[in-house]
């Protein structure tokens, strides 16, 4: 007999919590309606998380540690184009996509996880990274708009795929903070069309 590990039994658990939460919110949402929608005791839920708040922060620490990762590495190189750099970050996005959902829908996230010091947090080093230490306060306007911009694009078209919108989304960010517009690309040269053998007519 095949044997459910802790760990495959924590995935669904937090794949059903994830749906209900984007459903009816997480305030909303007790554990006793996840266990039901997994067909499990609330004791056996209690087994892996003792409590809704629980839940929720073992759903966000992955974003969490994404994040730190991500500016930690970001600062330990040399400062690099300010573009690519957005669309690093838009890609980070895209891979929490549902999570960032979840929190905009529901903010009382922000105060159960301490999650708003933290994202102010983020913010500003981002900030440093694109525009430096010191910068003027209209600098420092135009990458809040940049920063936050891009992030409103994963919530604001759930329909679309991230990469779909990748592309306007990482320009407008751009342009927010004053950078020139990207170059287009070089077509690719097409190869010559080889020429056809010419036929001789009999005579």
Do not use: C
Not at 56 to 62: D, E, L, N, Y
Not at 116 to 142: C, D, K, Q, S, Y
Not at 175 to 196: E, H, I
């Amino acid at each position: 007999m095949t044997r459910t590990r802790p760990t495959d039994t924590k995935a669904r658990i937090q794949a059903v919590a994830r749906e209900l939460f984007m459903q009816q919110g997480v305030q909303q949402t007790s554990l006793r309606q996840i266990a039901d929608r997994l067909g499990i005791t609330k004791p056996a839920l209690y087994y892996h998380y003792d409590s809704r708040e629980a839940l929720v922060a073992s759903m966000f620490q992955p974003l969490i540690d994404d994040m730190e990762r991500h500016l930690a590495a970001l600062e330990a190189r040399a400062p690099g184009d300010p573009r690519a750099l957005l669309a690093d970050h838009f890609d980070l996005l895209g891979r929490h996509r549902d999570l960032i959902t979840m929190l905009v829908r529901d903010l009382s996230i922000l105060a159960d996880l301490d999650l708003a010091t933290r994202m102010f947090e983020w913010r500003h080093r981002l900030m440093t990274l694109l525009i430096g230490p010191n910068p003027p306060l209209a600098a420092r306007v135009r990458a809040v708009v940049a920063i936050g911009g891009m992030s409103d694009t994963a919530v604001e078209f759930p329909e679309v795929p991230m990469e779909t919108i990748k592309t306007a989304a990482v320009e407008a960010a751009a342009a927010a903070l004053g950078l020139p517009p990207a170059k287009p690309a070089a077509p690719t040269p097409r190869a010559p069309t080889p020429a056809r053998p010419r036929t001789r007519r009999s005579t």
